[in-house]
């Protein structure tokens, strides 16, 4: 399995805010990552595919980048509805996996 | 408009079993791969399986392999997760969710609730 780290784990920002957060992978996975948003009790919501490809309707203040086992997803400027958890998951192999989430606070 | 709601969770015992289904609407069901992916209480996400769009090939997470069973119907736009010998860390929120190959997940179900308990 690949296994997956998330960092951090709790980010605290202001509105405006460029915030920056990070997965690794232990092995490579060319650029089948996806990060996702969830909000307390919703269902997560696809952000970015393929590491770099915006899904249709979400902001551009969000971007993503990397490829093999470093990824980075960016928020440029922070919005109040941007405050929320996010997850990475790669979909390169079997067993599917996620990142453990970045929570993402008002400071 | 794409929809995928599911239904099934509720309180179940220890050892018990449960089959949870997931209808979908607004696409072509038979066309795409699906998946189940959990929420515990207050944690992160967990994939749970996949299935193909013809149903021919599934895999699932370690921590349900021989308990937990993927299906799908596409003459009903239908997929399912029979879940066996249900143990307390089964509890969570169960989401299915569409996926697009090379994509992730790009619509997911608002979720159901299971809750294993004596």
């Known amino acids: 399995a690949i296994w997956m780290t998330q960092s951090p784990s709790l980010l605290s920002a202001s509105t405006g805010d460029r915030v920056t957060i990070s997965c690794r992978m232990s092995?490579?996975?060319?650029?089948?990552l996806a990060w996702y948003q969830q909000k307390p009790g919703k269902a997560p919501e696809l952000l970015i595919y393929?590491?770099?490809t915006l899904q249709s309707g979400v902001p551009s203040r969000f971007s993503g980048s990397g490829s093999g086992t470093d990824f980075t997803l960016t928020i440029s400027c922070l919005q109040s509805e941007d405050f929320a958890t996010y997850y990475c998951?790669?979909?390169?192999?079997?067993?599917?996996?996620f990142g453990q989430g970045t929570k993402v606070e008002i400071k | 408009e794409v929809q995928l709601v599911e239904s099934g969770g509720g309180l179940v015992q220890p050892g018990g079993s449960l089959r949870l289904s997931c209808a979908a609407s607004?696409?072509?069901?038979?066309?795409?791969?699906m998946n189940w992916v959990r929420q515990a209480p207050g944690k992160g996400l967990e994939w749970v399986s996949y299935?193909?769009?013809?149903?021919?090939?599934?895999y699932y997470a370690d921590s349900v392999k021989g308990r937990f069973t993927i299906s799908r119907d596409n003459a009903k736009n239908s997929l399912y997760l029979q879940m066996n010998s249900l143990r307390a860390e089964d509890t969570a929120v169960y989401y299915c969710?569409?996926?697009?190959?090379?994509?992730?997940?790009?619509?997911w179900g608002q979720g159901t609730l299971v809750t294993v308990s004596s």
């Open positions: 393929a590491a770099s």
């Open positions: 092995q490579g996975i060319s650029s089948y």
């Open positions: 998951q790669q979909y390169y192999s079997f067993p599917r996996t």
């Open positions: 969710a569409r996926d697009i190959y090379g994509s992730g997940n790009d619509y």
């Open positions: 607004g696409f072509t069901f038979s066309s795409y791969e």
């Open positions: 299935i193909s769009s013809s149903g021919s090939t599934i």
